[in-house]
């Protein structure tokens, strides 16, 4: 998987939108984009994927310009719940199947 | 469908003592894999398998050892239990679904003294 590089925290306020994020300059062709979201004390949950331009869900927006060396995880109007770990994977999962490595993610922190 | 599920949620240990942490999933994914995680820190990649029968080392092996006999089950077992490999321990799998979306357990808390 390509390596990523992610700020390693981040604070924002309720109401607010947030945006983190990831730089994978050596993305491959065929690797896709994909965000977790970590809870204290829970496995990660898979949040958003995505391959090229825009990709939006009922939780966040994703966002790949056309070079796709780096991508942006949009939290629209964060509440205190968004308080966690978000980490950014890059890889072809569907035809390597090989490790699937996490980085250290970002701590996002939403106060009041 | 139950997910992915280990046990046991908490485990003491003392020094030198060995277990085994089950995991199992009920997706028919063919890819598990387990992660350790340390206080404040990222996930790290102890073992993984691509399916029954094959495992492969991820960036942390030393002290475990992983088998895959079926497509549901992917124990960890530690060898000779050391304080450094108190954490919390992660199951995870992943089928070729429409998402690439990897399924996580609750985590296994181990603390060896």
């Known amino acids: 998987l390509a390596k990523t590089t992610q700020p390693i925290s981040m604070d924002s306020y309720e109401g607010q939108e947030v945006n983190i994020t990831c730089s994978h300059n050596?993305?491959?062709?065929?690797?896709?984009i994909t965000w977790y979201q970590q809870f204290p004390s829970q496995g990660p949950r898979f949040i958003i994927q995505?391959?090229?331009t825009k990709v939006t869900n009922e939780v966040a927006s994703l966002f790949i310009p056309a070079d796709r060396k780096s991508s942006t995880l949009s939290l629209p109007r964060v509440s205190l719940s968004d308080t966690a770990v978000y980490y950014c994977?890059?890889?072809?999962?569907?035809?390597?199947?090989?490790?699937?490595?996490f980085g250290s993610g970002t701590r996002l922190s939403i106060r009041p | 469908n139950a997910g992915v599920t280990q046990t046991p949620k908490f485990q003491v240990l003392k020094t030198g003592q060995s277990m085994t942490l089950q995991c199992a999933q009920d997706?028919?994914?063919?890819?598990m894999s387990w992660y350790r995680q340390d206080p404040g820190m990222g996930l790290r990649l102890i073992h993984y398998?691509?399916?029954?029968?094959?495992?492969d080392q991820g960036e942390v092996p030393n002290g475990y050892n992983v088998s895959r006999s079926t497509t549901e089950d992917f124990p960890l077992r530690l060898l000779s239990a050391a304080p450094s490999q108190t954490s919390v321990y992660f199951c995870?799998?992943?089928?070729?679904?429409?998402?690439?979306?990897?399924?996580f357990g609750e985590g296994s808390r181990l603390t060896v003294l």
């Open positions: 994977l890059v890889g072809d999962l569907y035809s390597s199947a090989s490790k699937i490595i």
């Open positions: 050596n993305i491959a062709t065929n690797d896709y």
């Open positions: 995505g391959y090229k």
């Open positions: 997706m028919n994914h063919e890819y």
């Open positions: 398998s691509v399916g029954a029968g094959i495992t």
């Open positions: 995870a799998s992943f089928g070729q679904g429409p998402t690439g979306e990897l399924f």
